[in-house]
């Protein structure tokens, strides 16, 4: 059993804009509702009887935040502009409320599996320690667990996944990897769609 209070959050950017470099295969339209099926997937997946505390959406977009709440999950409006920033409010919000470690999650991984989660979970322990996930591109990061939080700073957008190990080694803080097709598969260019409907 596991005693480790974790949060999962999951930034959201307005779902209009979100997925900008899909813009030569998709409409903003076309966008929008892929976005909208992506955190459903993600947020089922999160709340489907995980080991976790609880899950806390941040965003600006109303339709996000309510998509958050129908799924059993807390939803916070987005005060600070900036990811590194909205996650910083967010995991703020999860101390406030008893966590005692953190998971960021992207909304756009449409192969997550809870078994992912919980082998990222249990990385975590002992505590203090940091788990990575890197995408497939071992360029950004599909998943950061800081038990206790805030163990580095959130430096999240293109090549992330360096960045964070470095803040690890500047930090001493202890750093494990995980690595998953599933949850290293994003869907951020034409191509990685292509790929995604191609396999279902």
Not at 167 to 176: E, Q, Y
């Amino acid at each position: 059993m596991r005693t480790t209070k974790t949060w999962a959050i999951v930034p959201v950017k307005p779902l209009r804009q979100a997925k900008s470099r899909l813009a030569p295969a998709l409409t903003a339209n076309q966008r929008a509702t892929l976005g909208r099926s992506f955190l459903a997937h993600t947020l089922d997946v999160l709340t489907s009887g995980s080991d976790l505390a609880g899950v806390l959406v941040i965003s600006a977009d109303a339709t996000a935040l309510d998509l958050a709440r129908a799924k059993g999950a807390v939803g916070l409006l987005e005060t600070d502009p900036g990811l590194n920033a909205a996650l910083a409010q967010a995991t703020a919000w999860a101390v406030e409320h008893g966590a005692d470690a953190t998971l960021v999650v992207p909304a756009d991984l449409p192969l997550l599996a809870p078994e992912d989660i919980q082998r990222v979970l249990a990385l975590a322990e002992p505590m203090p320690t940091v788990v990575l996930a890197p995408d497939r591109r071992e360029e950004g990061t599909n998943a950061l667990l800081s038990a206790p939080p805030g163990l580095i700073p959130y430096a999240f957008g293109p090549g992330s996944f360096a960045r964070h190990r470095a803040h690890c080694r500047a930090r001493n803080v202890p750093c494990r990897v995980y690595r998953s097709p599933r949850l290293a598969f994003d869907v951020d260019l034409p191509e990685d769609l292509r790929q995604w409907v191609g396999s279902l």
